[in-house]
């Protein structure tokens, strides 16, 4: 007589749970890390403009990293030192402001564009740094109340990108780490499972005598 084999299907059954959460974790691992490489060469914002006189101009902003420890608005001129950074004191005078509003018209930032910056990126200067606000699809004006003369007739390029420190990648790890835990606890299950599978399938045989034998067991408890 044949008798499902518990312990055989429940193997079975844990050895397909646990591949299900490997292919999981290791999809979430590939993808954070495909967006962390992204991030690095992404821009959410890039204008061409001329801060050498007043004006304004108005572009989208596309958020989608909301994990980099900063995020900040670069200049990037031909106007560049010896050591090809841009020099300090180039932006003295200059008054301009960046708001960024979403859809619905609410300011998400507003903040003025440094004279006195600190920081450069290869040659290109933060003027705005800030924390990431939610992804989605925003709009960024840039109004220019006083210019710099100095960077007239230069190409000018204000433009967007997040801080990465690598800290950003924990993510990477952590799905990776738990990939392997299940991927191991998926190979021990069918390395168990599989051979018994292989030549009986989720059944197994039992002498008539032990059925009986249940059988009349079952009929005392019943008594």
């Not at 920081?119 to 925003?138: I, S, T």
């Amino acid at each position: 007589m044949r008798k499902l084999a518990k312990l055989r299907l429940t193997f079975m059954i844990v050895a397909v749970l646990t591949l299900v959460a490997t292919a999981c974790f290791s999809y979430t691992a590939y993808q954070a890390n495909v967006d962390f490489h992204d991030w690095q060469t992404e821009r959410p914002m890039s204008v061409q403009l001329d801060l050498s006189q007043p004006g304004q101009v108005s572009v989208p902003f596309q958020q989608t990293c909301v994990s980099a420890h900063s995020e900040g608005i670069y200049l990037d001129c031909t106007i560049l030192d010896q050591q090809k950074q841009i020099p300090q004191g180039l932006l003295k005078g200059l008054a301009a402001t960046i708001t960024i509003t979403d859809p619905a018209g609410k300011e998400v930032l507003n903040q003025n564009l440094r004279d006195d910056f600190q920081r450069q990126f290869n040659g290109q200067a933060e003027l705005v740094n800030f924390l990431p606000f939610e992804r989605g699809n925003y709009q960024a004006t840039i109004e220019i109340e006083s210019g710099v003369p100095a960077l007239a007739d230069h190409p000018q390029t204000l433009y967007a990108r997040y801080n990465l420190c690598g800290m950003e990648q924990v993510p990477v790890a952590i799905y990776g780490f738990l990939a392997c835990c299940t991927g191991v606890i998926t190979l021990f299950a069918v390395l168990i499972v599989l051979p018994d599978v292989w030549q009986f399938g989720i059944w197994k045989q039992v002498p008539s005598n032990i059925v009986a034998e249940e059988t009349h067991q079952t009929s005392a408890n019943d008594l």
